[in-house]
Structures are given as structure tokens and as C-alpha cells.
């Protein structure tokens, strides 16, 4: 029955045998509806719309995370040059004398123990077997004798006047005499008339030109103790005071220098006639403070012969009016300072000792443990020294060095380089940018670094320049600065002076007090 029921049901029209639903007695007829055109449309562009929404969403997704990797990149430069600048700073930190060119006493208290970038010699410290060494020894002619007699005799009491003498013990001190004072002079010029009529004085000493003044010797205790001994000018003044009882002021002490440089013209044209006409000259220069403001001491040394000056500005004027290296056509030993290289008709010969100490900078830059290429350079370098020094012990030449061992530590050294300009290539930082430019500096100025392996005149350093160069920073140690740039032509001027003299054996107060004569000593060129 209800089989049939159905069936009858389901042939009408609008209702699918779908529809019926069965599960108890009754039959349930769902009639079946077609979906609405429009809740369809409805439906799509729902769709539609959270499509759209989803590929805004996935684009704005897509610029975040763009943005992020910007920023992200952006902070990993920022991290990289954060490294770097912490690299240079560290580095900076960790200068001092031995990797760079500050002033052993930029140290202060910090001061470590003395580490030479040499290696060691060998050789014990103190006088060398066989050298002679000095002592005070007695003289013939003492000054004075003092005589020391017994009173009376220890055992019984006795006077010993007239006993015999068994023996004479001989000492001898060596002092000053109480009495050092200053002795004044009185000049008196005699003039007399002839029966001629003409009345004809007589001739002080050139030096003689006022009615009281300081003498040639007192002016020159005074220059030696300000320039020579570098003791302020106040102290000069107290020294001078309480070692020979004069009074002299600090003005009266600048005015016997000013003298004294005004009169060595001739030793200083022939200083510089020397050292145009040397071989090889070392040249320096360093700051000066002068009236508060930064000048430049230049330096020119060869020998027996050392010229000093002082000038405004650092650069090729100064140079310039020193008067050396623009009509010098040697060899000029310097450091690595641009404007030298200006003087193309020289010969250029660099300062090892300044390549040492940039070379051990890299190397304290380096992780520990780690090789490093300017180790193996610095190594290299002064394998070389060590062949061409046992050369020239033996004969003052370079004929001795063993060539094959000379090629295998250029070869070392040519190759740390090398490396060293590849690991630096990036230039990461301005501390890989410095060494990288070292490593291309030594590299393209390699001829004039090893120049002291082939020609036996070439010293390895600027040693030589650099000890003239420091007597200016101890003057401004001990001064500060100069007050005028006429008193520190003054300093210059008797430096200069005084060097070349005691180089020829002649000493400072004995050349000081002929210049304050009028009669300054001028060293022989020929």
C-alpha cells in the first residue's frame, strides 16, 4: 500500500521520489525547490569579494614581508659596520709605541715591559769581552795637597812629632771649588794724542760693545743650559744664579740666545752645502707649537751634519725653505709621507722601522692563533735585516749576504703581501680599508722598502733623522711651545749647530762660547 502510494506520489509533477522520506507509518513528502538565480549571483560574488580580500591580504603580506627583509638587511650592514667601527676602536685601544708612531710617553702609568720589534742578538748586555772599560784614575799633578798626620800614638800614647814615616796612603777627590763666581772685567780704552795731532783709540774685543753687559762664556752657560740642557728659561735663570752668583733674567737670557743663532750663518750655509753634496740624508719632520698654534720642525742629517728648521706649515714649503731636498739628487732616507714623493729627481728610501710597527699592528688586530700575513712579513723583513747587518760587519758591504737565503725571505715577504691585499680586498671597515692599503703600499713601494738589501749605504730605518727630530718634542716637553716663531728659529738654529759640532768632536760649550765671540766655529766640507 504504501509502496503504491508512493509511486502514485511521485509521478506528479513537482514532486522526486527523493523527497519521500519514510521511517514510520507515515510518509513525508518534501516538495524539491530549485535554487534562486539571484542568491547564487549573491553567493559568487561573496566569493568574489574574499578572493579579493585574500589577495589584498596575501599582497599586503608579501610587502611586509619585503619590508622586514629591508629592514632586517638594513640592520645586519648596521650590525656589520657596528663590528667593523668596534674592530677600529679596539684596534686604536690597543696602539702604542711598538705598532704605531705615538710617543713612548702617550703610555702614561699603563706603561708595559719593553718589547723590541727586533729579535734577539744574542749578545749579553754590558761592556764586550775585551773592550776597555774606564775608571777615575789618580794624576801626577793634584791641584792641592793636604797632608794628614797622626797625633799621638795609639798604643802608648806618645807624641809622634819627628818619628820616622813608615808609609803614605794616597787618595785624591776630585771636586768643584767653593768660590765659582762670575769675575767682572773692566775694559778701559786708552786714546792718546800724537805729536801729530790725531788722537788714536785703542781696540776693545769686537764682542765689547756696551758699558756693562754679559760676557761671551756666561752667555753661552746660558744657551747651553736652555737649548743644550733643555732646562726652562726659568730655571736657566735660577742655575746661572745660584751656580755663579749672577742675577740674569729670563729676557736677558733670550737675548743671548737670539746673539748667539744670529751669528751662525756661516756654519749653517755650510751644513746645508754638506748635506746637498751626501750621498744618502735622513729626513724628518714633526709638530712644534710655536705662539699656541701647530708649526712643523723639518730635519736633514747625514754623517757629521744635521740641519733643523722650523717653519709654519707642514707640507712642501716648509721643506722648501729648508733648502736641502730641492737641490738634492741622492738617496733620501723618510717615511711613507706623501709630499717627499714630489721630489722626483731623489732617490727613494723608506723607513723599515715604520713598516714594522704597522705591519704589528695587523698582527695585534688578528685572532689569536690564527696566521696572519703580516707576521709572516714582518718575519721576512727582518730576516733580511739580519743577512744584510752580518754582511756589513764584515766589510762594510754587501757582498757576504747569502743570495739564496736573500731571494727565499723577499719571496716570503712578496707573498704575505700579496695574500694580504686578497684577505683585505673587501675592505670591510675602515680597519680592513687600512690594512688593505698597507698591504698595497709595501707592495707597490717594495724597491724603495728593501732598498738597504742592495745598496750598502741604505740604512734599514730613519733612525738617524728621527734622533735629531726629538730634541723639539723634549724642548716642548719641558716649554710647552715657543713664544715666537723667531725664538723657535733660534732653538732650531743651535741645535742644528750644536749637533753637527758634537759630531765633530767639539763640545757645546766650547762652540757656544765661540759663536757669543763672534767667532763661530764652521765645519770643513770638502
Known sequence: MRASVADDLAGRPGVSPWSLCAGSDQVWFVPDVQPAADEVAALRAANARLRQVIEARDTEIAAMRASYQVQLDALRAQVAALA??????????????????????????????????????????????????????MTGRPDALVTHEPGRCHGCGAGLVGAPVTSTERRQVIDLPEDIGAVTTEHRIISRRCSCGTVTSGAAPAWVTAPVQYGPRLAAVCAYLWHGQFLSRGRTCKAVGELFGVPVSPGAVAGMVRRIAGRLGAPLAAIREALIAADVVHFDETGFRVNGKLARVHSASSGKFALITVHGKRGRSGMD??????????????????????????????????????????????????????????????????????????????????????????????????????????????????????????????????????????????????????????????????????????FCAIRSYLSTAAKHGIGMLDALTSAARGAAWVPETA
Not at 107 to 115: I, Q, T, Y
Request: with cysteine; aromatic share 4%; proline share 5%.
Open 321 to 490: 725653505v729648508a733648502g736641502v731636498l730641492p737641490a738634492f739628487c741622492g738617496i733620501a732616507v723618510h717615511d711613507c709621507w706623501a709630499p717627499y714623493d714630489g721630489y722626483h729627481q731623489v732617490t727613494h728610501a723608506l723607513c723599515n722601522a715604520h713598516g714594522l710597527r704597522e705591519l704589528q699592528a695587523v698582527s695585534d688586530a688578528a685572532l689569536a692563533g690564527q696566521w696572519c700575513w703580516a707576521a709572516q712579513a714582518a718575519d721576512a723583513l727582518r730576516d733580511m735585516k739580519h743577512l744584510a747587518d752580518a754582511s756589513l760587519v764584515t766589510d762594510g758591504t754587501l757582498h757576504h749576504v747569502d743570495q739564496a737565503k736573500l731571494a727565499g725571505a723577499r719571496h716570503r715577504y712578496h707573498s704575505a703581501l700579496l695574500l694580504g691585499r686578497r684577505e683585505t680586498a673587501a675592505r670591510a671597515g675602515p680597519l680592513m680599508r687600512k690594512h688593505h692599503a698597507l698591504a698595497r703600499r709595501l707592495l707597490a713601494r717594495e724597491d724603495d722598502y728593501l732598498r738597504f738589501t742592495s745598496d750598502s749605504r741604505v740604512p734599514f730605518d730613519n733612525n738617524a733623522a728621527e734622533r735629531e727630530i726629538r730634541m723639539s718634542k723634549l724642548r716642548i716637553k719641558v716649554s710647552g711651545c715657543m713664544r715666537s716663531m723667531a725664538g723657535a728659529e733660534a
Open 84 to 137: 667593523a667601527e668596534v674592530a677600529d676602536l679596539r684596534a686604536r685601544l690597543g696602539q702604542n709605541p711598538r705598532n704605531s708612531s705615538r710617543p713612548p710617553s702617550a703610555e702614561g702609568l699603563a706603561k708595559p715591559a719593553p718589547r723590541s720589534l727586533r729579535k734577539k742578538s744574542g749578545r749579553k748586555p754590558g761592556r764586550p769581552k775585551g773592550q776597555p772599560g774606564a775608571t777615575l784614575e
